[in-house]
Each structure stands twice: as structure tokens, then as C-alpha cells.
């Protein structure tokens, strides 16, 4: 079972990377990414930090931690520069902060963001019909979430990406300990949602597909 949208104190989460990643894995998660906000100001020492605790997190741990960072309320513009950047780094999941409805994001985020070399938008609110073809076009990942607040355009999000066949991934976007729900409660957010088995069993499917062309996983390793 794969997370990999997860804060920690390197940025506005509760917790130490380590922490975090023990929890995961006492939920029963398997991989998670450390995926910290980051614009201009900081993406060079928490890309830095994040990849460096990635390094020495142990190789037979029972859950795998990658290096993710979260390009957060950016001038939309600023998108391609800082994914580029972060790849530079050693980052291997960029998400781009979406147009959630209960933040003040700028407008065109969503399609700027998509432009750029991301893997996940997150919460991307009232996603438009351009941006969720773009999405599919560019084998970018598009958002259900856990998260309180940016959880209330999920069924949109769902809806957009039937109509337009583009991918979904679920995430508990984690800022505190209350955050880290199961694997079990995370598919039933999922359930609840509308969602069918064989929709969840393919989310997977792609999530995996992700991780082995990132070289994140060995081909053919499971871990779900």
C-alpha cells in the first residue's frame, strides 16, 4: 500500500521524517513519500534534507521512504523551473499544490502546474476539462484525498477523471499523527466516494507503474 503525499516538521507538519514514517509503517503501509512544502525560499535545503534522510533510511526497513516535495502556492510560472530543480536535487515525487477551494491559489496553478515535470496534483479543486485532458495527456495523477477541507471537490475530481479516462491517486496529505488513517480507511474514503474495486485495484496498478519508472521500486517487486 503506497502513501505518497506526507508533511513533516521540514515544513508544516507535526512530526520528524522518521516518525512519520514509523507510523506508516504501523498502519501497514508499505512505501510512503516525504513530500514537504517548498518554493524559492527553501526547496534547496529541504529537497537536500528530505533526499538525505531517504539515504540513510534503512534498505531492510519494512516500509520504503522516498524523496517527494510539494510545490506549494507558487506563481504558476515558477512550476517548470522548481520541478527542474527538484529533480536536480534528487527529488523523485513532485506534487504541485492544486486549486483547492479552502486556500487562496492562484488562478491558472492548476494548468501551469500541469505543464510542469510533476507526478500527483493535489486537490485540484473544480478541475477544469482542459486541465483534467492535460492531465491524462501528461500521465500526471490527480488527486483524492483524505484531508479535511481539500476533500471536498474529491467527487468532482472523481467525475473529471471518468469522463476523461486520466488517472487518480489516493492520498492522506498527512500533517499530524490523526492524519495517518489505514490503508483499510483510506479505500473506504474511496468506497464512499463512489468508487468500484476494479477502479481502486487500477489507481494501484498506475501508483506502481510510477514508482518502477522513477526507478523507486525494482520492476516487478510488489507492494501493495
Not at 496498478?205 to 526507478?215: D, G, I
Request: include cysteine; charged fraction near 25%.
Amino acid at each position: 500500500m503506497y502513501n505518497l503525499h506526507a508533511h513533516t516538521f521540514l515544513s508544516d507538519g507535526e512530526l520528524l521524517p522518521s516518525e512519520v514514517a514509523v507510523r506508516y509503517q504501523d498502519k501497514g503501509y508499505k512505501v510512503i513519500a516525504i513530500t514537504d512544502h517548498a518554493d524559492y525560499s527553501n526547496i534547496k535545503q529541504t529537497a537536500k534534507a528530505i533526499v538525505e534522510f531517504c539515504r540513510r533510511w534503512p534498505k531492510n526497513s519494512e516500509i520504503k521512504v522516498l524523496p517527494g516535495i510539494e510545490l506549494t502556492h507558487l506563481p504558476p510560472e515558477q512550476f517548470k523551473p522548481l520541478a527542474s530543480l527538484a529533480r536536480k536535487e534528487g527529488i523523485k515525487i513532485i506534487i504541485a499544490h492544486g486549486e483547492t477551494l479552502v486556500e487562496p491559489v492562484t488562478k491558472n496553478t492548476n494548468h501551469l502546474a500541469l505543464m510542469a515535470d510533476i507526478d500527483i496534483l493535489a486537490h485540484p479543486g473544480l478541475i477544469s476539462d482542459e486541465d483534467v485532458k492535460l492531465a491524462k495527456d501528461r500521465g500526471i495523477f490527480l488527486e483524492i484525498t483524505s484531508r479535511r477541507g481539500h476533500s471536498q471537490t474529491n467527487a468532482h475530481v472523481i467525475k473529471q477523471a471518468r469522463k476523461f479516462e486520466a488517472k487518480l491517486i489516493l492520498s492522506n496529505d498527512s500533517h499530524a499523527p490523526e492524519d495517518i488513517i489505514s490503508p483499510a480507511e483510506l479505500i473506504k474514503v474511496a468506497l464512499d466516494l463512489g468508487l468500484v474495486q476494479t477502479e481502486i485495484d487500477k489507481i494501484y496498478e498506475n501508483v506502481k507503474k510510477l514508482l518502477t519508472t522513477k526507478a523507486c521500486l525494482p520492476a516487478g517487486r510488489e507492494e501493495r
